[in-house]
């Protein structure tokens, strides 16, 4: 055999060889990742996307309209039927001393982060003692709406909506572990959270975010008509029982409503609360893609 032709078998022959470890490896690494526990090979998923401040000021623009229709006013508020304000783009709930209501209250932790976060309070907040409401009535709140000291507190959260916004994502990073510790389900809780988060990112944490803010964890025993809750948690399980081939977020907004209808038809009559139906569906459809024109995102 000639010298070409020794060397045209050897090179054939190592080509075979680098064919052959070759597919080991890609053998090795299929069977490598069907032994890995499945929390390992979806680890890259589990995590909430990183927001840019633009996402995070578009959330917080949506978060605003949504509460307030972008109105200044709306910022210091206080519904009919109600015994307590509604303040900030959050509409956080502030309670006077001793006031016992069933639902949760957040404005007192909303102060707290304003002064870990070191923005200055206005001066007759600051020294509120114990950050309780100092409105003992609807009527005598209303009655205050343009005195100077009012107006202070609307521009003050005006001017700190995106520390707000900050204080609301932070409220959800924080409320995987309450609703997965009161689920039945926990690990398809924690995928369905994570995938939703990451689903057409912003809009996805937006979802999440505004639904948390809007009407809780799920997890208060207090915030329950006939045993029933309406938070994060029962939107997540309603999912997980009708899931189908629509987009996750019509998915997740239709969830939504489903939940929301029930707390109507479970909410004592006197609360009337047939009147907020169409609010709440419409907020709702703002989680499709399809239904929100985003502003610059990226």
């Known amino acids: 055999m000639g010298n070409l032709a020794k060397a045209t078998k050897y090179r054939q022959q190592c080509l075979e060889r680098v064919s052959a470890v070759a597919l080991i490896c890609v053998m090795f690494f299929v069977a490598l990742m069907r032994a890995l526990p ?17 996402q995070a000021a578009w959330i917080a623009d949506q978060i605003f309209a949504n509460e307030c229709n972008r109105q200044i006013s709306c910022l210091t508020s206080w519904n009919v039927g109600e015994d307590f304000p509604s303040l900030g783009i959050g509409h956080f709930i502030w309670y006077r001393e001793g006031q016992q209501e069933r639902f949760v209250e957040s404005f007192p932790d909303m102060l707290a982060y304003y002064v870990a976060r070191g923005v200055d309070l206005p001066s007759w907040l600051s020294g509120q003692a114990g950050w309780n409401s100092p409105w003992a009535t609807r009527e005598e709140f209303n009655a205050e709406l343009d005195a100077p000291r009012m107006r202070e507190f609307r521009e003050f959260l005006f001017e700190t909506r995106a520390i707000q916004a900050e204080f609301i994502i932070r409220r959800l990073q924080q409320s995987l572990p309450l609703i997965s510790a009161a689920s039945e389900s926990p690990g398809l809780i924690s995928e369905l959270f994570y995938e939703v988060a990451n689903t057409e990112v912003p809009q996805g944490m937006y979802a999440l975010i505004d639904y948390v803010n809007f009407k809780g964890e799920g997890t208060a025993a207090s915030e329950r008509y006939q045993g029933e809750g309406w938070g994060l948690l029962q939107v997540l399980e309603s999912m997980l029982q009708s899931r189908n081939d629509e987009p996750l977020l019509d998915q997740f907004a239709s969830a939504a409503r489903d939940v929301l209808a ?37």
């Open 38 to 54: 499945v929390s390992a090979q979806q680890a890259s998923a589990q995590q909430l996307p990183q927001l840019s401040d633009a």
């Open 262 to 298: 029930r707390r109507i038809a479970n909410a004592p009559p006197e609360r009337g609360e047939e009147r907020w139906r169409q609010g709440w569906n419409n907020r709702t459809l703002t989680y499709q893609q399809s239904d929100t024109q985003q502003a610059d995102t990226q």
